[in-house]
């Protein structure tokens, strides 16, 4: 298909469009017998207009043919740790760092270091079990809010955002995301991180699940489960990267215990 | 226009015939018998390149089916060959070029160009289209001795059009036409559903030597124990990687959900606070979701509202990894989608399409266009989707520029046409700039492809073309004077340029491109001067040996510019528009036969002058031969009528 040369030139020209030339139509103009007649054309989703192209789509995701981007690369670097306080992992790929870091150490919070796997849900953890101005409002009005994010249903207790849950965005019962913290003290949010100081008792009730992380976490356990507020005495680094949560300086009553805590032993398990 | 169009019968059995003695006799003289690409109805080792078999119609041909279509497929159907050796190819253009007094018909379409007017060009651009698309060739064999000296050149029987391509040349060709087939099958059955893999670890594998084993039972529990109690970190790693290998059978898959608590150990290891584990495990459900038995896949459910919960998190690894998991899972069955709606799949995506990480994307395209093309899409899925922040940031990536990834414009682009074709609300689209992101985006590419970085871009162009040309049709867009009309010149360039693309890479999607010049020229002045002004009828008219489909639209365009008046007339005569008139007269197909009409009459009804020229060029005999024909007979008789009598 021969195409003129200064169709290449005009597509690099800026836009325009030319004075169209007079329109004059003629009545015996697509006059029976004849029928055309001009007209724009829709083709719904099935039809079989688009079966070629439908197919060269599916080979494509199939990878029968060349992917339209390649794989990406990832270079190595030379070796470096994670400048987390406490953390000694090291890296050599960016990817890998990346990863450890948004699983590790971005969500957490930083009164109790439980890990989140989003911010969502770090801040409605915050408000339930950090903030005491909470459990004050929730006697009057729903404060518990629902967990799935663009739904703004609010709830009385935590136990009906767990049903509405169940019956309403069909998760499981048993949404790891979602453990009450109970008066007792036997519940947390997350299922564990290596350096929570989760409760023995809740972490039985999740060791048939996990198993891991119990072991060793037994002995580092000081903290007592009544306590609904987690008195924060992370060390300094921790309070810097974590720092724009509620600083530990805040307390708001109830009793906060503040003494030496059992911190993050280095834990292998990181 | 689009109507169901009639297979092809040649007309011209007895001309063909005639055409076969004589060619046969020029061919014993002049000895050009090559690797011998067509067979001689006549046998006796000559080469003729007319060879005509009333037989299957090529897939490039994609014409709408009837009843007599599927009743007129001898054999198996399509031609097979993926490739024609360039020996071959160059015998049938120098036979092509000796015997140009000849009938050349087309063994795959029976596409006839008659003598005298036989141009070699458009047989070879015909052949070239056929050969060079990856789903229908030329099919050619030597066939020694004819029994029969058929006249009908019933030498190349169906058989050699429906043997298969297998043992050509190209692998990767043969492997490729099958499995399209295969997914023509499947779309037409409305099962179309495909499901990407993400395996990023085979050098690791290669280095190992050996490939995974299918893992028992026993060893099955025995990695997942040691992941979740092992004591060594890089103990539980390695044994949850050779579990993830094993998972790459289908057996051990099997296996795994059949064994209690797998599950919810994986899902426990998902939610382990291990980066490495997490990762891995994420693997292991994504082996599990691209399984092809449903069970297995279903088996996935239980995890999806943590996968959710990690795709609203800002791991671009791990939200990959879950988004290619929830895209599998997506197209598993409308079951898993009852799921996954009220789980709020729709808001995390729209969260989540805000990530800066391209391959987080490109994955969250993929998953957002499994969701839009399932079956109930347009109740149930599409509204949310246009309800929430999606479209906005779906034509933003589609913004053309050097921020313009095409791994993430294909899946976006596709996504969009998915929405547009289910005709939900594209009035809010176009409110969006849809038109005009488009129309840049189409630009774009034009440009791409005169600067020849063209890989992989009909991907791209495909869906980009059936947006703007469904977006035509919306009324808000019809109406006179909006701004949200598409009006920039360029934009026909650019779709030159790209139909030129498609005519050498892609000929199957040459009717797509026609289809929106259709739409773009159908009520438009502006555009119909456009075609004039560029100069593009001539190149329009290089198209229409094609194929039937193609000819129709190419017509039909012509149409379009010829039924604005004589100010438009004028440009298309004198000039190359009536002889290929004259040409396509002799085709066989009704449906271009009955176009071709239409165009002639508008511009006998323009032009008078032309009716004078198209006598002089033997029009009157062109149009005898459809006289006995149905369809035809009383467009023929009221054109012969304009003709002779003005």
Request: glycine content about 6%.
């Amino acid at each position: 298909m021969q195409l003129p040369p200064a169709l290449h030139a005009r597509l690099s020209a800026g836009p325009a469009a030319t004075e169209p030339l007079p329109v004059q139509r003629d009545p015996a103009a697509g006059a029976a017998p004849f029928r055309f007649a001009a007209r724009r054309v829709r083709f719904p989703r099935e039809h079989e207009f688009f079966e070629d192209g439908d197919v060269q789509r599916h080979l494509y995701l199939q990878d029968v043919l060349t992917q339209v981007a390649g794989p990406p690369e990832r270079p190595r670097v030379p070796e470096f740790t994670c400048q987390v306080a406490g953390c000694c992992q090291v890296f050599d790929v960016l990817e890998a760092y990346e990863h450890h870091y948004h699983a590790l150490h971005r969500n957490v919070c930083s009164f109790c270091k439980r890990a989140f796997p989003s911010g969502h849900l770090l801040d409605t953890h915050i408000l339930e079990w950090h903030d005491s101005l909470f459990q004050i409002l929730a006697e009057r009005q729903d404060m518990y809010q629902c967990l799935v994010e663009g739904c703004t249903e609010k709830f009385k207790t935590s136990k009906d955002r767990k049903d509405h849950l169940v019956r309403r965005h069909l998760y499981p019962a048993d949404f790891r995301f979602d453990k009450p913290k109970k008066s007792s003290g036997c519940g947390h949010r997350s299922p564990s991180t290596s350096r929570s100081p989760g409760p023995p008792a809740a972490l039985q009730e999740l060791a048939g699940a996990l198993g891991e992380g119990s072991l060793p976490l037994e002995g580092e356990d000081m903290e007592v489960c009544s306590e609904h507020t987690a008195p924060p005495a992370e060390p300094r680094g921790e309070r810097r990267t974590h720092g724009h949560r509620i600083p530990s300086t805040i307390c708001f009553g109830q009793g906060a215990a503040r003494g030496f805590k059992s911190t993050k032993k280095r834990n292998k398990q990181q | 226009m689009f109507s169901t169009l009639r297979p092809g019968l040649s007309h011209c059995c007895s001309s063909a015939s005639q055409a076969f003695s004589v060619a046969h006799d020029k061919l014993r003289r002049l000895r050009v018998a090559s690797a011998g690409p067509v067979v001689s109805g006549g046998g006796g080792g000559g080469v003729v390149p007319v060879t005509t078999k009333f037989s299957s119609v090529s897939s490039l041909r994609r014409e709408y089916p009837s009843p007599r279509r599927t009743a007129n497929r001898s054999g198996a159907g399509t031609c097979a060959s993926p490739t024609v050796s360039r020996r071959k190819r160059r015998a049938l253009i120098v036979l092509a070029y000796c015997f140009r007094s000849v009938s050349v018909i087309c063994i795959n379409c029976f596409r006839l160009w008659p003598p005298p007017r036989i141009s070699t060009s458009t047989a070879l651009i015909h052949w070239k289209a056929l050969v060079q698309s990856g789903c229908g060739s030329v099919k050619l064999q030597t066939q020694r001795k004819s029994s029969s000296s058929n006249s009908q050149g019933s030498g190349v029987s169906a058989e050699t059009c429906s043997s298969g391509g297998s043992s050509s040349s190209s692998r990767q060709g043969a492997r490729t036409w099958e499995e399209s087939e295969a997914l023509r099958k499947a779309r037409r059955e409305q099962q179309l559903v495909s499901k990407r893999l993400l395996r990023d670890d085979a050098p690791e594998e290669a280095d190992g030597g050996c490939v995974a084993p299918i893992l028992g039972e026993t060893e099955i529990q025995q990695f997942l124990r040691l992941s979740q109690r092992g004591t060594e970190e890089k103990e539980r790693e390695r044994a949850l990687v050779t579990l993830r290998r094993g998972l790459q059978h289908p057996e051990t898959q099997q296996t795994f959900i059949g064994l209690e608590g797998s599950m919810r150990t994986l899902v426990g290891l998902l939610t382990s606070n291990q980066a490495l584990l997490q990762l891995e495990a994420a693997r292991c459900l994504h082996e599990l979701s691209h399984s092809e038995q449903s069970v297995v896949a279903e088996a996935c459910l239980p995890a999806t509202s943590y996968l959710l919960t990690y795709v609203s998190g800002h791991s671009s690894d791990l939200i990959e990894l879950c988004l290619y998991t929830l895209g599998n899972l997506i197209v598993e069955s409308e079951a898993v989608r009852r799921q996954l709606l009220p789980q709020g799949i729709v808001p995390a995506l729209a969260a989540c399409i805000q990530s800066p990480h391209l391959t987080v994307l490109e994955a969250l395209g993929y998953a957002l266009s499994q969701l839009l093309q399932a079956k109930e899409a347009p109740e149930k899925i599409i509204p949310s989707v246009l309800g929430s922040t999606l479209p906005q940031h779906m034509l933003q990536l589609l913004q053309p520029g050097p921020k313009l990834n095409p791994g993430v414009a294909v899946e976006f682009a596709w996504c969009l046409h998915y929405i547009i074709c289910s005709q939900v609300n594209n009035a809010l689209l176009i409110t969006h700039g849809a038109l005009s992101t488009l129309g840049l985006l189409l630009l774009d590419l034009a440009g791409a492809v005169q600067r020849s970085e063209d890989a992989g871009l009909e991907l791209l162009v495909c869906p980009v073309l059936r947006c703007l040309s469904n977006l035509l049709t919306e009324a808000v867009v019809e109406a006179v004077g909006g701004q949200m009309q598409l009006r920039d010149e360029r934009v026909v360039a650019a779709l030159f340029i790209l139909l030129q693309f498609f005519l050498q890479k892609q000929p199957s999607l040459l009717p797509e491109g026609l289809w929106l010049l259709n739409n773009l020229t159908a009520n438009s002045p502006i555009f119909c001067t456009s075609l004039l002004s560029l100069d593009l009828i001539e190149p329009l008219l290089q198209l229409l040996p094609v194929s039937n489909v193609v000819s129709v639209l190419v017509l039909t365009v012509l149409c379009n510019v010829a039924e604005k008046g004589p100010a438009y007339c004028q440009h298309l005569w004198p000039g190359p528009l009536l002889p290929s008139l004259l040409e396509t007269l002799a085709f066989s197909d009704t449906e271009v036969v009955g176009q071709s009409l239409e165009l002639l009459q508008l511009l006998f009804l323009y032009r008078p002058e032309a009716a004078q020229d198209f006598l002089q060029q033997s029009g009157l005999q062109a149009l005898e031969r459809h006289e006995e024909e149905a369809q035809l007979q009383d467009r023929v008789h009221a054109l012969q009528q304009t003709a002779l009598h003005g």
